[in-house]
């Protein structure tokens, strides 16, 4: 049986930026541990009896399935609710009597919302941890995966170069830029000029990254940033909630969408990162995204792994 460090018992995870750099390494060992006893078929129902919560305002995939899968495979349970059919989203019952009703039923809640003062304002009022299922704001989920993926990719996070290209202002941006910051890994995210990372985002990431002794820059030429970067990242120019600037943002981002010619500056040993859904022929090309320097689908199936560990951590 694989033991669980007890320090993160009753955690909410809603920003990344509350967490230590070694809180986030406990995690990816956590995930790491899990994922090698699921592969050799090996015990661990960490979460026996426990149930979660998922409570969705905008539609998932990965999140949805990895999370319900995780729970199963620790042994728990996952009920996979949406926000529409509950009288929170309604606008009936306010978030606070949802969150100490739901503490009574359930062990955890993960909630993906449109704003992030749900998020917040869910956690404040929850007896049990709160996971941020994405958010306007943040996605720490994912970028918990993908820090696990590049850790795989490259045997660790010594001397990687990170680039993101493309919409800054963006849930994974946010998260991606802390989590590297916070673990010593050199960012540089190059998006259009009114589409950068929000600067208290920005100027967080840095003090973080001072004191880990990495750096994080925001510039706008994406043949720049791609230049011997190990990892470059991209996600959809326009995210949920925003279809109605469609066709600005498209004119906007037209020179930063991933393709051979971009792979080409990057270092030889770089992968491609996409956290999915993609659209092909916008953010990033079919030929990069099924191509032999795409790491997508591992971290995709690191959702899976990074949220298990999350979970038999924080989960009492
Ligand atoms: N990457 C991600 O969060 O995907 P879903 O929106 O499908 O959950
Ligand atoms: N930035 C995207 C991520 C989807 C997982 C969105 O918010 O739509």
Known sequence: ????????????????????????????????????????????????????????????????????????????????????????????????????????????????????????????????????????????CQALADVLTIRERFDGLEGVRVAYLGDGDNNVTHSLMTVCAKLGVDVVVASPPGYEPRPEVVGACQEAAARAGSTVRVVHDPREAATGADVLYTDVWTSMGKEDEQEARRAAFSLFGVDEALLALASERAVVMHCLPARCGEEITEGVLYGPRSAVWDQAENRLHAQKGLLALVVR
Do not use: C
């Open 1 to 140: 049986m694989v033991a669980i460090p007890t320090s993160l018992k009753g955690r909410s995870l809603v920003r990344l930026q509350d967490w230590t750099p070694e809180e986030i390494r406990l995690v990816l060992e956590q995930a790491e541990r899990l994922k090698a006893r699921q592969r050799q078929r090996a015990e661990h129902s960490l979460l026996e009896g426990r149930t979660i919560a998922l409570l969705f305002e905008k539609p998932s995939t990965r999140t949805r399935i990895s999370f319900v899968v995780a729970m199963q495979q620790l042994g728990g349970h996952a009920l996979d609710l949406s926000m529409e059919l509950m009288h929170v989203g309604k606008g009936g019952e306010p978030i606070r009597d949802t969150a100490l009703v739901m503490s009574r039923y359930v062990d955890a809640i993960v909630v993906r919302a449109y704003r992030q003062s749900l998020v917040d304002e869910l956690a404040r009022w929850a007896e049990v941890p709160v996971i941020n299922g994405l958010s306007d704001a943040f996605h720490p």
